[in-house]
Nanobody, 121 residues
Framework: QVQLAESGGGLVQAGDSLTLSCQAS????MGWFRQAPGKNREFVAS????????EYTESVKGRFTISRDNLKRTSYLQMSNLQPEDTAVYYC??????????????????WGQGAQVTVSS
């Protein structure tokens, strides 16, 4: 059983930056998903355990960066140039699949509690 502890989130203005953190209790691949009001949860970014492979959804490429520090068992989602359409609850997720970076919800077995990110225009 992997336990996840998310931190970060908040209210920012368009163009600002924000970093989300997620600490995992066990060795795992990590991903970030988000759910905007009235929409389905969608994939944002993922990273394998080694940190050698990453995946991003098209809308965040060039603005968001996923990274990890395995000594701290923590994954980070650095978000820059945030826009109102990035407003959502952001969830970190962990998977026992560690080789690659995965972008399907079904690949993840464990989920964080979610962090609200609100971007005002």
């Amino acid at each position: 059983q992997v336990q996840l502890a998310e931190s970060g989130g908040g209210l920012v203005q368009a163009g600002d930056s924000l970093t989300l953190s997620c600490q995992a209790s066990e060795r795992s691949g990590m991903g970030w998903f988000r759910q905007a009001p009235g929409k389905n949860r969608e994939f944002v970014a993922s990273i394998n355990y080694a940190g050698s492979a990453t995946e991003y959804t098209e809308s965040v490429k060039g603005r968001f960066t996923i990274s990890r520090d395995n000594l701290k068992r923590t994954s980070y989602l650095q978000m820059s140039n945030l826009q109102p359409e990035d407003t959502a609850v952001y969830y970190c997720a962990a998977t026992t699949y560690v080789v690659d970076a995965y972008d399907l919800e079904s690949d993840y077995q464990y989920w964080g509690q979610g962090a609200q990110v609100t971007v005002s225009s």
